[in-house]
């Protein structure tokens, strides 16, 4: 069954990533919802550790790319080579072709280098020349972001932003998780680690998306979900200071991730109905990206965390 596959690698994925269960959930997530997936967070926490150990778990194959200034779309997407014995282009696939791939530092590469893995995310097929290829159907992107240095960094376009279904944000563990992640890591460089799960088939994960489309999402909760994103375009009547916070709402690409990402969680939990809490919790990684701040809140210190608190408050179910 599916739901236990699954079930065993959150469980792995716990042991291999210490402190980071809202990660963990939310990958998952990401993985069954069909969407790709935004980390914040300063260096050292597992980033790339929790997407490598994913890609290890699932029948897939994964490619790490470094973004810097200099990366070209040719070095994502691939390029024609010209085989001299045949007298012929040859296409040689990029990274993008691979089924999880991790965008390392994602901000750090210029406009036309995210253009084109845009065109990947939104439509799982690239561009090269007169020619479209499709990518594998389980594809995945996972990209970082540190916030704490900006200098020689691209801000991410508004519409790649809105491409990724979820974006975390993610900080320092506490004492006691620390002291679990330093007896890991002697444990593996013992070569002692815990052995990794069986592999998850692609076939499985289809057949989870499927069970998770299923899942129940009561009209109730239809309109309480479809309310909550038209709070962040038409702030204005609910509260003042709210429409003060946001120069711009979220797309009805923000609507249709969220339903997608509460079934996720409702399958994860081992319910085949959506709860009030499922939109609540999944509401945050959803609109954090998707909300355009006025300058007002910017410098008020207003975040889109606290935007998203006003809105839950006002909003009752």
Not at 68 to 97: C, N, V
Not at 271 to 292: A, F, G, K, S
Request: aromatic share 6%.
């Amino acid at each position: 069954m599916p739901k236990s596959n699954f079930n065993q690698l959150r469980g792995y994925l716990n042991s291999q990533i210490l402190g980071q269960e809202k990660l963990v959930d939310n990958l998952l997530i990401a993985l069954l919802a069909d969407g790709h997936i935004l980390v914040e967070g300063p260096p050292g926490l597992a980033k790339t550790r929790a997407v490598k150990a994913l890609a290890n778990s699932l029948e897939a194959n994964f490619h790490r790319i470094q973004f810097t200034p200099d990366l070209l779309p040719a070095d994502l997407t691939g390029t024609d080579i010209y085989r001299a014995e045949t007298g012929t282009f040859e296409f040689q696939p990029g990274p993008l072709f691979h089924n999880i791939v991790l965008a390392d530092e994602i901000n750090r590469a210029p406009a036309k280098v995210q253009s084109a893995l845009l065109e990947a995310m939104a439509e799982q097929q690239i561009t090269v020349g007169n020619k479209t290829m499709l990518l594998p159907k389980l594809f995945m992107v996972m990209a970082t972001q540190n916030p704490i240095e900006q200098e020689g960094t691209y801000p991410l376009p508004e519409a790649q932003l809105d491409r990724f279904m979820l974006h975390l944000e993610i900080d320092y563990p506490d004492k006691d998780t620390e002291l679990q992640i330093l007896r890991l890591t002697t444990q593996e460089a013992q070569q002692s680690a815990s052995a990794p799960i069986a592999k998850i088939s692609q076939q499985t994960i289809m057949q989870a998306r499927e069970q998770v489309l299923n899942i129940h999402l009561a009209p109730a909760l239809e309109h309480y979900l479809v309310d909550l994103i038209m709070a962040t375009r038409n702030p204005a009547t609910l509260d003042p200071q709210l429409a003060s916070w946001i120069t711009f709402g979220a797309s009805p690409r923000a609507t249709i991730s969220l339903a997608r990402c509460v079934r996720a969680r409702a399958w994860l939990h081992g319910r085949d109905h959506v709860l009030p809490e499922d939109i609540q919790t999944c509401l945050y990684p959803i609109l954090r990206h998707r909300l355009l701040l006025s300058f007002e809140a910017e410098a008020d210190g207003i975040t889109a965390n606290q935007i998203i608190d006003r809105i839950l408050s006002l909003i009752a179910f």
